[in-house]
């Protein structure tokens, strides 16, 4: 409810949900034929278009356009608002938090904050996009319109979000909605809030319904209605002379003139925006009447809910205008949270995918080249390089790769970029955003994926409220020269820092170290991974994708890899075969498939390599280590740098080697080749070659330098080696503080 509602008794919202909408005839208001989208489903958009105050019946007897898209498409007809006054309906839509504020008539924000979450933070911390349009506010997340209608305005834990996303609205002829309907760019969940004037609350039913129509006809002429990929969601906050309110539904999916005569309120719509947005409901939408099923409405990934319900929904066909009831449970969806991965993907295949496939990696590393796409075994999916080290945004060449993969079922996805850094790009997570937008409006269920290090900032700058990432990499890789052993806690610490910085656990892509080389990293012995892939289980049970890194080698620091040991391949093959918690490590043959001939295994690890006993199951502990706070226990590692810390002049030589380094330093790399020499790529063309070339030479997507992988971005801010992250000096490094961070290492040791 708005200021301007203090002293209305009963409030009443429309909300419409399209997921495909009708464009209507003007004078009879039917649908016009070149509304209807050229394909349908499943909807991954979804608009709920708000209205004020007015009970169902007065609702269709006033307003003949709405009426007429109830009938073309489908309504609920015992359908509720949850209180009053409006504040209380809105909050519960996006949050199913119940009417809550505070025993005050019309809390003005602040004065009764939401604890949260609300479903539009939660869709966005799992990768998707949401928006909030009002009209009549003057900027971003503002009081300035009626705030009563504003529900994001009130989550404080969501005020960041609410500073990007909550968006003036604009009119029919330009402005923040406008723009994205025509540009195809609505985001995933969507809540539209007319005016007072325009909404029904303060002017006629006949001026809420020409500005509905004016609204509509964009929506059904733009490129997200015709993807065949948008529902429409139009409701109402609450009635006057009755509770019930109008619930109509604009989809491709629906059957004309279907009725859904089950008993649902705000809840209901914040399980079907959560339903389209891929995660699970909350808070009351968890036990609310399920109304995607009867609507027809399949939507993203999303848990089953704890228990099922069933809805009665009476459909007329399109093709017939005979009636019909159809009783449906709700869907099963895919497996609950907890459940294990069934994409495994690895890198630096060199376009011999059959090996890497017969150990069951299903999602492979290719170009945008569709003949290799299509050649791919086992039926396997492609993640597709289009990246950059500083992502440039939206590209023709990365256009036009989207746009002709786009309808293409063996893409898994596009890997955008490989462990950007904000300091030196920080258009960056700009640009992976228009990038990650473009992906949602041309190529429906494909995703983004970008791996991050821990860089200083970048978590929190490519965390899905900045970059809408679908999916985001870790890499901490535990073993190393410098540590006695593995040392698994990095993982623990990973994950739980970039949760804090706005990750959420379900779209972090665990990245499992299968490599070593030179004098920074050790590939894992069997038992080594087989404790790799437990700790990783623990922290991240249901990953969407697993990755591990890498399958070839490249020589230097990346000199030993996956492709040479058939032992670490049986561990891995199980792994990938069971998705379940990893095997013991394998004490006879490897697999029945050789590795490939061209590749001979290496030298065995060194002998001072840990023990090959498993680890203690005490350590590392189960739970996250707080993100602010390191161990207070001696460094990962047992032999520290002999060297003085770094101090804030990058160094001009390779850091010092430790006992256990086989291979003499490289060449320390510069801040814009960081990677390890380009071995041959004459036997690859075309834009396989393209794809190879980021691989081995600069701009590449392979992690390890001389000075250890992806951290020798460490070493041009002045710092020595990987292993002082992990010391007790560290805690300001964590909270983002750089000078403090320089100043922890130059104080003595405790």
């Not at 919202?13 to 209807?36: D, K, N, Q, Y």
């Not at 009563?148 to 500073?163: I, K, M, R, T, V």
Request: hydrophobic share 35%; net charge negative.
């Amino acid at each position: 409810m708005g200021h301007a509602e203090t002293n209305r008794v009963r409030r009443v919202r429309t909300v419409i949900i399209a997921t495909a909408l009708l464009a209507p005839g003007l004078a009879a208001f039917a649908p016009s034929a070149s509304a209807a989208p050229s394909s349908s489903g499943p909807i991954t958009k979804l608009a709920v278009y708000m209205l004020e105050n007015t009970s169902q019946a007065a609702a269709y007897a006033g307003m003949p356009y709405l009426s007429s898209l109830a009938g073309s498409y489908g309504k609920a007809t015992a359908y509720t608002g949850v209180t009053h006054p409006s504040e209380g309906n809105y909050v519960t839509i996006v949050s199913g938090q119940g009417a809550a504020t505070c025993g005050i008539a019309d809390p003005y924000p602040g004065q009764c904050p939401q604890p949260g979450p609300t479903v539009f933070g939660q869709a966005i911390g799992a990768g998707r996009s949401a928006k909030l349009y009002q009209d009549g506010m003057d900027a971003n997340c503002s009081a300035s319109g009626d705030y009563g209608h504003n529900p994001w305005l009130h989550f404080a834990s969501e005020a960041s979000l609410c500073a990007q996303f909550d968006q003036p609205m604009g009119t029919t002829s330009g402005g923040n909605l406008a723009a994205d309907i025509a540009a195809g760019t609505l985001p995933n969940l969507s809540m539209i809030v007319p005016s007072d004037a325009n909404n029904a609350h303060d002017g006629t039913l006949a001026t809420a319904d020409a500005y509905l129509q004016g609204w509509m006809t964009k929506i059904l002429a733009g490129p997200d209605w015709n993807s065949g990929h948008l529902g429409v969601v139009i409701t109402f906050d609450e009635g006057e002379t009755t509770e019930d309110v109008a619930f109509v539904v604009v989809s491709p999916t629906v059957a004309p003139g279907t009725v859904v005569a089950t008993k649902a309120d705000h809840n209901s719509l914040e399980r079907l925006y959560a339903t389209v947005g891929g995660v699970a409901p909350i808070n009351g939408g968890t036990t609310a009447t399920d109304l995607a099923a009867p609507f027809n409405i399949s939507g993203g990934s999303v848990p089953p809910p704890s228990s099922s319900t069933t809805t009665t929904t009476t459909t007329t066909a399109r093709s017939s205008s005979t009636t019909t009831t159809v009783t449906t449970a709700p869907p099963t969806g895919p497996p609950a949270p907890g459940s294990p991965t069934t994409l495994h993907y690895t890198a630096n295949e060199d376009g011999s995918y059959a090996a890497p496939a017969s150990v069951g990696f299903n999602v492979h590393d290719t170009g945008p080249d569709r003949a290799t796409i299509d050649a791919l075994p086992n039926n396997g999916k492609a993640l597709v390089w289009l990246g950059e080290k500083c992502p440039s945004g939206l590209s023709g060449s990365f256009t036009a790769a989207v746009n002709a993969l786009g309808g293409d079922a063996r893409v898994f996805g596009y890997y955008l970029s490989d462990e950007p850094d904000p300091a030196s790009c920080p258009q960056g997570p700009a640009n992976v955003a228009a990038e990650t937008d473009y992906i949602h409006a041309h190529a429906s269920g494909q995703r983004s994926f970008v791996v991050v290090d821990d860089t200083p900032g970048a978590w929190a700058a490519y965390a899905p409220a900045h970059s809408h990432l679908d999916l985001v990499g870790l890499d901490p890789y535990p073993c190393r020269t410098d540590t006695s052993g593995c040392d698994l806690s990095m993982i623990d610490s990973a994950v739980a820092r970039a949760e804090a910085a706005g990750i959420a656990q379900g779209i972090i892509v665990p990245t499992f170290q299968t490599f070593g080389g030179a004098s920074a990293w050790v590939m894992p012995t069997p038992t080594q991974l087989q404790s790799i892939l437990a700790e990783w289980a623990k922290v991240v049970p249901a990953p969407v994708l697993d990755y591990s890194y890498s399958w070839g080698c490249q020589g230097g620091s990346l000199s030993d890899c996956l492709q040479n040991h058939p032992e670490a391949q049986a561990v891995i093959q199980a792994h990938n075969a069971s998705s379940g918690p990893p095997p013991s490590p394998p004490t006879t043959a490897p697999p029945t498939t050789a590795p490939p001939t061209t590749a001979p295994p290496t030298t065995a690890p060194p002998t001072t390599a840990p023990p090959t006993t498993a680890p203690p199951t005490t350590a590392p502990p189960t739970t996250a280590p707080p993100t602010t706070d390191p161990p207070t226990t001696a460094p990962p590692g047992t032999d520290p740098p002999t060297t003085a810390p770094p101090g804030t002049d990058p160094p001009t030589t390779a850091p010092p080697t430790t006992e256990r380094a086989t291979t003499p330093p490289a060449t320390p790399p510069t801040t814009e080749d960081r990677r390890p020499t380009e071995r041959p790529t004459t036997t690859t063309t075309g834009v396989e070659g393209s794809k190879r070339s980021r691989k081995h030479g600069k701009s590449t997507r392979v992690k390890h330098t001389q000075a250890g992988h992806h951290r020798s971005r460490h070493l041009h801010r002045g710092t020595q080696d990987a292993a002082w992250l992990e010391t007790n000096k560290l805690r300001a490094y964590f909270q983002g503080d750089w000078a403090e961070a320089m100043a922890a290492l130059r104080r003595p040791t405790a």
